[in-house]
């Protein structure tokens, strides 16, 4: 729980233990300056097509590109100009349908990459323009629920765009397929080069996050960039001053806008088509969640948090290492929270005994308690097997496994001393029983349960992100 | 004029409309007090709806119900609106609680990825296949005989216990919230948190009371409204943004202008699907375009409600 400025004291004063705190965690990053973490960002990602051809990494590294875009574009409307905007998937859907149209054999456009983006630079922000217009009657949670709105309509349109007034625009849930790949004037970069992916898309994603990212530098550091915090800040004020708060509005919006459109045309260039449940809810939070978790306010913060969750997302994809990242997250969670920090060696010891404890009283009472493994384990589950009783057949077990985890996990935050301890070792058990059973097997419904739990955390622990700037509430 | 329809189309309404004033109720009492935006209640709706799914098979199903099967919808009821309630307070006590005091945008963020966390962990649990409550077979298919018939015009039993339990529960709400010692310190929170805390009323407890209600509310709403439609883990976002518009149009923190609100947009929803799509000559499917470009445009003008009073920044 986070505790504001103490009545009485000096803001700096009460803000001390975590001043201290993120220069020595952060120390070595804050001295480093912007454009060489930026360069070392860049030759970093630069030079993984050159390491390996393999296709999975160098289109996940693709991906994570796309996702920076998008968290980047987030971060103005969201960070910068403190604008609720729940409706920005739509302008990514906008810039993948815009592609979609304008190149692909759909209308019988074939119009070149670069000018494509130019025109959904310039649509983009114009729709931006027209969903941002309620900000200027609006604000906070209104505003919030007005662009969900605006979402809902874009969604509703391209699901139901094959038949509007007799005309098929966006091809309705099948959507808009066979796409061109990225041209540059007639030069064509196929999807697949010899049967595997691009690796020339990590170039072309590279060079736009590059641009974007400078560009969105320049702004933050020009006199609308201090306005947007001014505004963020304290709106009233900010007029008061004379600032056009109305029009910085909708700046924000349309910058963001612009970048989610431009980030959605190069999404669709290397896909197959575009179909209205891409631009699904789901994508919404994963990008939200991105930004908070780097950082809200902060590009080098929405960078990372960007990389962090999407390597984490495909990491549980994969059967081989999601044991790994889960069990490491664990501990490292254990290590972010505990005090002190060898209390975390005390807890895990006490679990791995109470493991075994509970995996011989299990099988001694009935061996099929214990006989259960899932079909297609990985290195950790055949490890961990000796350690965690599966049953058999879990069936019923599961759902009340997985809810009495989560009431365990809620106790453990309310009680405070030997006894939050005490109840750490059952919960980490049935973590690990809830992980194997319910978790390991589906990944892809897991990982986003993970991240709305994650969305909460961040929020209670830490609501300024790794990087992001602690606001300062004025009462 | 087609009358049958006409009438058809407002039986519509009224049962739409029950289950959305019975969502905003829980939506606009939270604002009220909390002025959260609470997303998390649209999947607390649908785990309601999951609970009374589970007391359905426990009792043996539709078919072969082990007692009355009148008995069996009561306590899937009564089941939703337990669980929901204390689904709804647990969820106050730790997501939201936490961060009474920090900005608001905050608690908002935390309430999305309530929401995330809620319909995926049902997916994890129960799949996303569509589920069924099988109503008809529910009481050899009672539910969907006529209650009432006035020449040509009929109204099915499940219509009618949907409008009449729904308008049951907001008479009992309405007496918790004007007759009792805790509905006058919800009444008084909402006004003022801080004046009501100096007051001696305790500010947890009112606002786990709020939870509570709106968490049985939710429950009840979510098994009426699983009896006409299919259950799936995300079943409950667009019947939970719905009525949060219906709050907001009723006037958000105003209890009968929740109720108001609902059902108005019940009505405004039957009709755009039966009527106005047809007029403007859009498929049916565009009728959440015609219906959110409405919101839109009345909550530009009118973002206060109908009934609420437009709130006054002070500085």
Known sequence: MSEGPAIGRDEWVARADEIIERHRLLGLADRVPGWARLLAFVVAVAAIPLITDDGYVNSVVFDTLVFCLLALGLNVAVGWGGLLDLGYIAFFGFGAYTYAILSSDKFGLHLTSPLVLVIVLVLGALLGFLVGLPSWRLVGDYLAIVTLFAYQIFISLVTNGHDLFGVDLTGGVNGISDLDPFDVFGFELPVSHRGIFNSNYVYVALVLFVAVFGALHLINHSRIGRAWRALREDTLAAELMGMPTDWLKLLAFAFGASVAAMTGSLFASLKIGVFPETFSLTLLITVYAMLILGGVGSQTGAVLGAVVVYVFLEALRNADVSGWVFYLAVVLALLYLLRPRWMVAVVLAATVAFGFVAHAVAGAIDESWTAGAPPDAGAVTRALDVWVAIPASPGDAKPVAYVVLIALLLVTTVVTGVRRYALLVPTLYLAAFVWETVLAPQPDVTRFALLGALLVGIMITRPWGILGERRVEIV | ?315
């Open chain 2, 1 to 315: 004029m087609d009358y049958d329809k006409l009438f058809q189309t407002l039986v519509n309404s009224a049962t739409l409309g029950s289950t959305y004033a019975l969502i905003a109720l829980g939506y606009t009492m939270v604002y009220g007090i909390l002025k959260l935006l609470n997303f998390a209640h649209g999947d607390v709706f649908m785990i309601g709806a999951y609970v009374g799914f589970g007391v359905l098979t426990a009792t043996g199903g539709a078919l072969d119900p082990a007692f009355s099967p009148w008995l069996v919808l009561v306590l899937m009821a009564l089941a939703a609106m337990a669980a929901c309630a204390l689904l709804g307070v647990s969820i106050e006590r730790f997501a939201y609680r936490p961060l009474r005091d920090a900005p608001r945008i905050t608690p908002l963020i935390s309430a999305l990825g309530v929401s995330f966390f809620l319909s995926n962990s049902v997916q994890l649990l129960f799949g996303a296949e569509h589920r069924t409550y099988d109503t008809f077979n529910i009481a050899g298919g009672t539910l969907y005989e006529p209650a009432a018939t006035l020449g040509s015009f009929s109204i099915s039993w499940l219509r009618v216990i949907t409008v009449v339990s729904a308008i049951v529960l907001m008479v009992v709400l309405w007496y918790l919230v004007t007759r009792t010692r805790i509905g006058k310190a919800m009444r008084a929170t909402a006004i003022d948190r801080d004046a009501a805390a100096m007051m001696g009323i305790d500010i947890d407890r009112v606002i786990m009371f709020a939870f509570l209600l709106a968490g049985g509310l939710a429950g009840a709403a979510g098994v009426l409204f699983a009896l006409r439609t299919d259950l799936f883990p995300q079943m409950g976002f667009t019947p939970g943004l719905f009525a949060f518009t219906a709050a907001v149009i009723g006037g958000i923190g105003s209890i009968p202008g929740a109720m108001l609100g609902g059902y108005l947009l019940g009505t405004v929803e039957a009709l755009t699907v039966t009527y106005v799509t047809v007029w403007v000559g859009l498929p049916v499917g565009l009728s959440n375009f015609v219906i959110f470009s409405l919101l839109i445009v009345f909550m530009l003008f009118r973002p206060q409600g109908i009934l609420g009073r437009p709130e006054i920044r002070k500085v």
